[in-house]
């Protein structure tokens, strides 16, 4: 048998953990209270509603590897994310599709139509988009791009979307129909219990001990007692920001209870920049499957991350990249430990990538 460490619980070490489990000794150590980083999903006590405490997740894939392995540890229920986005005291369907289109330019397009008016609108002097902006503009034109990305975007990312790489803005579809679902992958859902459930069950093996509570850092770690450690953190905080600080993201919440419905739909985005939080959650609308009078819903606002803040976004610009070359040097140089997932590697990574790339790193220490 070998002995494993594991830093952090999310979806990474998570499923090492569980993936690792029946042929070696695995101690999983979290620096949160809790397990499942941030999809850990919790019962509101006062009104009962599924809260998803760091941000909606709302599963989606095209992975079916991922999707059947998920399903073991719990009950997806089929869900669609349609989220609605607030411009100018108006509400428009998201992701930009036919109905979107219609709205904003005030006409009775046709797919054919829209795709043709749209072409027209499109910056045609951009070949290959070098940044968001050039993204967008190409995309769909000026007009969209200021009313439904940009103040969004900076509010987002709190910078120039001429800073951001194009790659972010390629996450969402543009539709020439009226198919609003926001996720463009063909399965999608939302556990019936909830996302802490699935870690809980991921974790409950006679091989696996939790540590909860306890920060870990690179000198800490006792290596001459492991086979091998993985490690979910920050790339940055295990080299001790040796070369400075990658750029991140975080996001923060101010939590409202109420009666009834606040605003009809799981999510909706705030397009314009003078209003200070990106979009609003209201979090009985994922468990529509459930009867709540009562209604609870986060206000999401975005700051660059400071020394104590949960980093969510990596921001991944130029400096930023150049500054995870030096680290990931560093890290080639370690034989003993894998550095993996979403802060690990610094990407942008939704939760079935995670879920695939522990799958298959688990298979190289069975
Ligand atoms: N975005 C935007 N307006 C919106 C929604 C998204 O400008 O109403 C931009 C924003 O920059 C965001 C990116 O598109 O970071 C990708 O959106 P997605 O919904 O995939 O972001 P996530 O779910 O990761 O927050």
Redesign the pocket.
Known sequence: MKKYLIIGSGFSGSVLAQQLCENNIIHVVEERSHIGGNCYTEKDPETGITLHQYGPHIFNTDNVEVWNYIQQFCEMVPFINRVK?VYQNQVYS?PINLHTINQFFQKDFSPKEARSFIESLSDTSIEVPKNFEEQALKFVGKDLYKA??HG??KK??GCEPTELPAS??K??PVRFNYNDNYYAMPLQGIPRNGYTEIFEKMLDHPNITVTLNKKITAEEIDFSEYDHVFYSGPIDAYFDYKYGRLGYRTVFFEKFTDEGDFQGNAVI?Y?DQEIPHTRIHEHKHFTPWEDHEQTVYFKEFSKETEENDIPYYPKRLQGDIEMLEKYSEEKDKLSNITFIGRLATYRYMDMHHVIAEALETAKRFR
Do not use: H, K, V
């Open positions: 986005s998201l439904f990305f969004y975007t987002q990312w972010i803005l996450r969402l985005n397009a």
